[in-house]
């Protein structure tokens, strides 16, 4: 049974053209992130969302954006693709952020070709 | 600033040999949670373990072994009998625990030949 959930698992956009990725969870967790994988790198942490508190890394660009309309679901926009933004792009979750409970459990990724 | 280092950027064994992957990582947190993940072809990153940094007992599951020293600052990886489908890129990676993201090494790219 598929727990995180990634639509579309591959997506192809215009250079400029606004496009949004989905995520959603079927483990009531808490916590929501998106992750920017790029070709034979390391994942690399963009945001997440704490509940309904939303926490930007500071190196996040201003093009990346994000939504969460409610516990199972989370969004993430990018408003003006560039060529430098094809990458896989992976979601993951984890139930809060007590001690102990820190595992991340991600979904199968989508990945991204700007055109 | 937290870092975590994979020396490894690939490794080619054949089926059955024994291999080791290296992780070296880097935190000025006292309490704090090391991971290993596992990426096949298909993109989706598996959770493997997590240990906490106040628990250095290693852990053995099936033909998989992790050697946690908080002495040299590793958290290494073993594949006993190694098998094709152990062929993937596995990454460790360190968090701080509550609500932080991860902080992923570069990943070994680990190849099983038959």
């Known amino acids: 049974d598929a727990m995180v959930i990634q639509n579309p698992r591959y997506q192809v956009t215009q250079f400029g053209k606004p496009v949004t990725l989905s995520c959603s969870q079927t483990?009531?967790?808490?916590?929501m992130y998106w992750y920017q994988q790029k070709s034979s790198q390391a994942p690399k942490l963009l945001f997440h969302?704490?509940?309904?508190?939303?926490?930007n890394e500071a190196d996040t660009p201003d093009n990346f954006q994000s939504r969460r309309p409610n516990t199972s679901f989370c969004f993430l926009d990018i408003r003006s693709p560039g060529l430098g933004d094809a990458a896989m792009y992976l979601c993951?979750?984890?139930?809060?952020?007590?001690?102990?409970?820190?595992?991340?459990?991600f979904g199968p990724g989508t990945r991204l070709t700007v055109l | 600033a937290q870092k975590v280092t994979q020396a490894q950027t690939e490794i080619s064994v054949v089926e059955k040999e024994d291999v080791t992957l290296d992780c070296v990582y880097e935190?000025?947190?006292?309490?704090?949670?090391l991971f290993w993940y596992k990426q096949p072809p298909s993109g989706e990153l598996v959770f493997l373990i997590r240990?906490?940094?106040?628990?250095?007992q290693n852990e053995i599951s099936g033909r998989y072994s992790w050697n946690f020293q908080k002495s040299t600052s590793s958290f290494n990886f073993t594949i006993t009998a190694s098998q094709v489908v152990d062929s993937a890129v596995y990454f460790c990676?360190?968090?701080?625990?509550?609500?932080?993201?991860?902080?992923f090494g570069k990943g070994t790219h680990l190849i099983i030949q038959p």
């Open positions: 993951a979750t984890s139930r809060d952020g007590g001690v102990g409970t820190d595992t991340q459990y």
């Open positions: 483990l009531n967790h808490n916590v």
């Open positions: 969302y704490y509940d309904k508190d939303f926490n």
């Open positions: 935190t000025r947190d006292t309490t704090y949670y």
């Open positions: 240990r906490n940094s106040f628990d250095e």
């Open positions: 990676a360190l968090s701080g625990g509550g609500a932080d993201g991860l902080t």
